[in-house]
C-alpha cells in the first residue's frame, strides 16, 4: 500500500472544500495511506516585487523542505509542468510501486507556487492545466484525481 503525503501551504477556509477534501479522504482509505500536512501561508502584499516574492516562497518552502523525508518520490503541482491524462497518472503511480516507491510526496504551494529549489528538486513537476486554480481547490482537484488512479490500476469502474 502506497504512503501519500499531501505536503500543503495554508490552511482551508471553505467548508465545501473540507467536506469534498474528507469525501475523498475516506475513498482512498483502502488504496493508500494519505496524509494532510498543512504549513504556514505568509501574508503576500498587493504587488509583491521579485524580492518579496523570492522570500515569501522561501519562508513556504521551509516547512515543506523539513517534511520531505530522503528517499521520498516527490511530485511538485506546477502550472508549467509536465501534463499527465489520469490513465499515465494511475501507470506512473503504478511503476513506481512496483520499483518500490511507496512512499509519495505531492507538494501544492501558496498563492505564489513553490520556491525554486523544491521545483527543481522534485522528481516530477506535475501540471494539471494551464489555468491558474486557488491551492485550496488544488487539494480536492488532487485527492480526487489519486482516487481516480487506484481506481483505474485496479480497473475498477469510476474512470469513465
Known amino acids: 500500500m502506497q504512503h501519500v503525503d499531501l505536503l500543503t501551504v495554508g490552511r482551508i ?9 474528507n469525501e475523498y479522504l475516506k475513498r482512498l482509505q483502502p488504496y ?3 496524509r494532510i500536512r498543512e504549513g504556514p501561508e505568509e501574508k503576500v502584499p498587493d ?3 521579485p524580492v518579496q516574492v523570492e522570500q515569501i516562497l522561501d519562508c513556504e518552502g521551509v516547512y515543506i523542505r523539513r517534511h520531505l523525508s530522503p528517499g521520498i518520490y516527490t511530485i511538485a503541482l506546477d502550472r508549467e509542468g ?3 491524462s489520469s490513465e499515465d497518472l494511475a501507470a506512473r503511480m503504478a511503476d513506481l510501486a512496483l520499483a518500490g516507491r511507496n512512499d509519495l510526496a505531492f507538494i501544492i504551494g501558496g498563492t505564489l507556487g513553490l520556491a525554486r529549489d523544491i521545483l527543481a ?3 516530477l513537476r506535475l501540471s494539471f ?3 491558474t486554480f486557488p491551492h485550496q481547490l ?3 482537484i488532487l485527492l480526487e484525481q489519486l482516487y481516480r488512479a487506484y481506481k483505474i ?7 469513465r
Open 32 to 34: 493508500a495511506r494519505v
Open 82 to 84: 509536465a501534463m499527465l
Open 47 to 49: 504587488h509583491p516585487s
Open 153 to 159: 490500476q485496479r480497473g475498477e469502474t469510476y474512470h
Open 129 to 131: 492545466s494551464r489555468f
Open 121 to 123: 528538486t522534485a522528481d
Open 13 to 21: 477556509r471553505e467548508g465545501y472544500l473540507t467536506a469534498g477534501i
Open 138 to 140: 488544488m487539494r480536492l
